[in-house]
Each structure stands twice: as structure tokens, then as C-alpha cells.
């Protein structure tokens, strides 16, 4: 049986794109996930976390997420994109997203100030204990 290649259609032009009006300061999310955390706990606090995003007049854009325990990749990924974007403000659960201990949570802090000129806000306790 031959196939024949199909019609591909031709990409928009940037400009046909729906356009997002952006109302304020961009803002990335962080988040550690464990294995065992089932996704709809994930879905709950990443609600909580845009909600506190824009509720500080911040316009929430996504999230980066660590999967396996002592990793950086995301947050590495995190700091890239937020160079990219010009963007200042990162939101966490809790400051437990960035470290357990508070010395490296200091650290990580630090180094999103220097190398992205980034603030981390954490959208409060109660809404970081449910996967930290």
C-alpha cells in the first residue's frame, strides 16, 4: 500500500495569533513535586499559587517544576526563562519549594536576585505544606 504525504497547512504569521493582554508584572511559579503526591493535590495548590500570583497584581504566566529530589534542572530552567522574559517575580508555595533548609533556601534566593533580578513570593504556609 503506497501513502501519500497530506496537505500541510501553513504556519500563522506571529501577527494572526490571538493576542494576550498582560495586566501586570510577569511571574513564574516554582514547585517541588514528590512521586506520591496524586496530580489533583498538585492541580489544588497550583490554583492556590496563581490565585496569590494575581491577587498581588501579578500576571501569572506558568510553572517550573522539580521532580526528583535534589535537582535543579527546573529551577535552572526557571532562571533562563525568567532572563528571557524580563521577568521579576517568582512564586512558591513556600519557601520549603526552594530547600528544606534555610540556608540554601537563602542561597537559592540570592542567586534568583543576582542572576534574574527576581523577588520569590510564597503564597503562604498553608498552601506550600500540602506538597512540600
Do not use: W
Not at 504525504?5 to 514528590?34: C, I, K, N, S, W
Not at 508555595?93 to 537559592?108: F, G, I, T, V
Request: neutral net charge; charged residues 25%.
Amino acid at each position: 500500500m503506497m501513502l501519500t504525504a497530506q496537505p500541510v497547512a501553513a504556519p500563522l504569521h506571529p501577527a494572526d495569533e490571538p493576542q494576550v493582554l498582560v495586566t501586570g508584572p510577569l511571574a513564574y511559579g516554582y514547585m517541588r513535586v514528590p512521586a506520591d503526591v496524586p496530580d489533583h493535590r498538585v492541580r489544588r495548590v497550583e490554583g492556590a499559587v496563581a490565585r496569590f500570583a494575581e491577587s498581588k497584581g501579578l500576571y501569572f504566566v506558568s510553572f517550573f517544576f522539580e521532580l526528583h529530589c535534589g535537582s535543579r534542572e527546573g529551577f535552572d530552567e526557571l532562571i533562563t526563562e525568567l532572563i528571557r522574559a524580563d521577568a521579576r517575580h517568582v512564586v512558591v508555595p513556600s519557601l520549603k519549594h526552594l530547600a528544606r533548609n534555610e540556608l540554601l533556601q537563602a542561597a537559592m534566593r540570592e542567586r534568583l536576585a543576582v542572576q534574574a533580578g527576581a523577588r520569590v513570593h510564597a503564597a503562604g504556609r498553608r498552601t506550600g505544606e500540602a506538597l512540600a
